[in-house]
């Protein structure tokens, strides 16, 4: 008996599978997710916009120009990329960690 027993109890429709299980939490966690937004992409984006990075930002806007016109270059962006983002790193680390709780 203990075998029909176990029959019955593996049987497809009495397993619940882990899927079935997650999916309501997921789509609470969905919909959770959607209302909060990142400080940190926020904050980016103002010093991005800020004139602390405008000077940093034209140059790497010019570069990525010129390297883009030409077909065969070897020139990179990478130092006018690195000195925007240590730019806009620098304007972030002053105003993040007043808006973490």
Known sequence: MGSLMMRCMLHPTNVVTDQEEEAPAEEEEEEEEEDMVD???????????SEHCAHTRE???ACTARVGSRSHTEEECTEELF??????DHCVAHKLFHNVK
Not at 39 to 49: N, Q, S, W
């Open 39 to 49: 400080p940190l992409e926020t904050i980016r984006a103002k010093c991005e916009a």
């Open 59 to 61: 140059r790497l806007e």
């Open 83 to 88: 000195d925007f983002l240590h730019a806009r």
